[in-house]
């Protein structure tokens, strides 16, 4: 998970949110990617997550989230919730968040299931409810 760095300059909130993420999750955490229109810089990535994903991987999951940020006025108009923030995906092994600023431009936080569906957390509950977790 390396990068040439980014050809534009990184928010300050997504800056922000990585330090705030390293603060508070710490090992937990698996990732932080900012994108803007095919622009990208891997902000944080634990080592062993680093070395499991190519620049060609990297840039496939950019492209992804650039797609799914454009998606976003649909949501909206779809659901009378105001503004889309942020989606959430929980897999086997990790918990993919993906934070929308604009059409093709986002921050996409990867951590520990752990940290997200611990027992006794709102979607931990949910999940053992729905005999989706042993």
């Known amino acids: 998970m390396t990068g040439s760095g980014p050809t534009k300059p990184i928010p300050d909130g997504a800056k922000e949110l990585t330090a705030h993420l390293q603060d508070s999750l710490g090992n937990r955490l698996r990732s932080v990617i900012w994108y803007d229109k095919g ?4 902000l ?5 997550v680093a070395a499991a ?8 999951v950019v492209d992804e ?7 976003r006025p649909i ?8 503004d889309l923030r942020c989606t959430v995906e929980c897999y086997e092994d990790g918990v993919e968040m993906h934070f929308c600023i ?5 921050v ?3 951590i520990e299931p752990t940290a997200f569906v611990e027992e006794g957390t709102f979607i931990g509950n949910c999940l053992e409810a729905a005999e989706l977790v042993e």
């Open 102 to 106: 604009a059409d093709g431009e986002g």
């Open 44 to 48: 944080y990535a634990r080592s062993d």
């Open 53 to 60: 994903y190519t620049e060609a991987e990297i840039e496939d």
């Open 108 to 110: 996409a936080v990867g």
């Open 65 to 71: 989230l650039s797609m799914e940020s454009f998606a």
């Open 39 to 42: 622009d990208h810089d891997v």
């Open 75 to 82: 949501k909206e108009d779809l659901y009378p919730h105001g």
